[in-house]
């Protein structure tokens, strides 16, 4: 069987973060909440470090689902934002679609809550028109760890690639010659066994 690696590639990649909402937020249950945000927001900072392209969107955030998380509208103040009115599935918003379609980027990294429907619908909405979907299960959350596996399961049977952030981080750097203290920091803002790491190289 022939296999052909599609890499992450920072100048084909945009970032998809979806419906990281207060009031969903509380539905986590696979990941601890510190953990979580945290995930969450290293990948935001490797969005802002690799400059990709970023959309927000929420889902009915005048309901129960809340308002975005601050921290994402604070890295991103000038991303698009999507507050959609009431679609579940972000690709049916034809907003959301005009904006990922405007990057001319034909990657696509995506991250949620919740894992199984607000992350795996838009997923397999895009891989069905031809993009390369990348999902970021750790910044991505749902009730339970088995109701994850089953969501991240249908979308790599369906063709996504399962990352975590670290891994994407890593795939879109590929050479530590290109930067290491600025790419050290991101990682170690939100790892504190990397911040040691690059503290200790920096003592040299």
């Not at 969450?40 to 927000?56: D, M, Q, R, W, Y």
């Not at 063709?159 to 879109?172: H, I, Y």
């Amino acid at each position: 069987m022939s296999f052909t690696y599609k890499r992450l590639n920072k100048d084909d990649a945009v970032l998809l973060l979806v419906d990281h909402q207060a009031g969903l937020l509380s539905l986590v249950r696979d990941y601890g909440p510190d953990e979580f945000k945290n995930n969450v927001l290293a990948l935001a900072n490797i969005g802002k470090f690799f400059n990709l392209p970023t959309i927000l969107t929420t889902s009915f955030e005048t309901g129960p689902n809340g308002p975005i998380v601050p921290e994402l509208r604070n890295i991103f103040p000038d991303a698009p934002f999507i507050a959609r009115p009431g679609q579940i599935n972000a690709w049916d918003n034809e907003d959301f679609v005009k904006a990922v379609k405007a990057t001319g980027r034909k990657q696509i990294i995506i991250a949620g809550v919740v894992t199984d429907v607000c992350v795996a619908f838009p997923t397999l909405s895009a891989l069905q028109e031809g993009y390369d979907v990348f999902v970021v299960t750790d910044a991505s959350g749902t009730f339970n760890t088995s109701v994850r596996d089953a969501a991240l399961n249908r979308m790599s049977q369906a063709g996504a690639q399962l990352m975590s952030w670290f891994n994407v981080g890593c795939e879109l750097h590929r050479d530590w010659r290109n930067d290491i203290e600025g790419f050290g920091g991101v990682l170690g803002g939100h790892l504190p066994a990397y911040a040691n790491l690059i503290q200790s190289f920096n003592q040299k």
